[in-house]
DNA sequence: TTCAACCGACTGACCAGTCGGTTTGCAGGG
DNA sequence: CCCTGCAAACCGACTGGTCAGTCGGTTGAA
């Protein structure tokens, strides 16, 4: 059973969440949050010791969700190749769906300076390390490229084009754009392009992926 | 002949520049730029009007050296493909040679939100536009990619490698990363390995790129 | 003499964080 | 079941520091 305690401090978080995606973290004041909140600046200084470990909760907390979404996905799947696209797929899907995860992820002007490149940083080195095994399975033991940069680049390339969409809403949909990285990534891995799923061509941007049942607005998580 | 009035508002420039890599928009005091610049608070207001502007300048400045950069250096070039490797070539060893030009470029949480955002879009677009012409180029008439998004994803793998060794220092020296990115660009294109000028294969990362003059520490333009 | 260029002390707004106070939940004694 | 006491949770007016931008003043070249 959920405390008030908890109810208070989740609440704080996902006005903090909405805020700062909106604002970024320096434009965003406390008071903002206390007032959408319908707290108090005592509450918010009750649960985080400042405007900063406040910030750091909520990426914590978005960056955490949004990977066991990917794990819990690509969790059935055994064929490597499946898996590595189902986790781009999964990625690119979420991002696009929650806003504002994507703008405090990626975007990351959004963010700050300092400190918090750092933190950035090993979240960012979570995926990457995620991704890296993913690639190296779908590789097989000899792949034409180090999986670690591999990784990073591709995370990289994902990000440009999410944030791409995030501040010019093209493609849209975003889901578009979804053939056209597989194809990119199955390429620079030396991968075949044969596969049965997937008919691989992307100059005619189908929509590629009807799969899974469709959580409809559930909400990240 | 370079004007009393220019050189100032070039220092001026310089310091910001330097000091906006180094803290970020928001940590960085006007005053601070004062300091370093040995100039006055009325000076550095009565060449830029506001904070704001002064940082833009910044941007603009360095992108479009950048640009120039990578653009006179493919400039001889003919074959297609060794453009976009060119291209790729020189952009990783510019951002890598000044640090201050990618920390404001790439990592964005050294930059700022709001307005920023919009003007960080127009120019990651000019260069899009650029890269984008490269691929097209480098793909044929018939590519199995679509151009634009590629040369987005591109870009963000570049930056995100380059971001990397900004934080973390590796790969240590970055150049060991471009094979593999150079394959990966290839094989995500659809370009064959297969070219006399590189032995393409990332695993044993040799530096690859004994290439053009190097102008030791020319200045970046 | 004029004015563009530069100087720097000052101001006004903003805002993170504080702190004395109030409310609420709840343990345990009657 | 009520009362009492206490601490956890919450409130919000206030403070202290910071800093972008201003403005009256100075300088030096033409």
Do not use: C
């Not at 206390?34 to 900063?52: L, N, T």
């Not at 959004?110 to 950035?120: M, P, Q």
């Not at 889901?175 to 691989?200: F, K, V, Y």
């Amino acid at each position: 059973m959920t405390t008030q305690k908890q109810q208070t401090r989740e609440k704080l978080l996902g006005v903090a969440e909405e805020v700062f995606a909106e604002h970024g973290y320096y434009d965003t004041a406390v008071d903002e949050i206390v007032e959408k909140s319908g707290m108090s600046k005592g509450a918010v200084y009750f649960h985080f010791p400042s405007k900063e470990r406040l910030f750091l909760a909520v990426m914590d907390q978005m960056s955490k969700r949004l990977m066991k979404r990917v794990e819990r996905e690509i969790a059935p799947l055994t064929d490597p190749v499946e898996r590595l696209d189902r986790a781009m797929e999964t990625a690119v899907r979420t991002l696009t769906k929650h806003k504002t995860l994507a703008k405090l992820l990626l975007v990351k002007g959004y963010t700050v300076g300092h400190g918090f490149a750092k933190r950035r940083q090993e979240i960012m080195g979570r995926f990457a390390e995620m991704t890296e095994g993913l690639i190296r399975e779908a590789q097989g033991n000899e792949g034409a490229v180090d999986a670690k940069t591999a990784a990073l680049a591709w995370q990289g390339a994902i990000s440009e084009v999410v944030v791409r969409w995030l501040e010019t809403g093209k493609p849209d949909p975003v889901q578009e754009a979804l053939p056209t990285l597989r194809t990119m990534l199955h390429g620079a891995l030396g991968i075949a392009e044969n596969l049965p799923h997937l008919s691989g061509s992307a100059d005619a941007p189908r929509v590629p992926l009807p799969s899974r049942a469709r959580d409809k607005k559930a909400a990240l998580q």
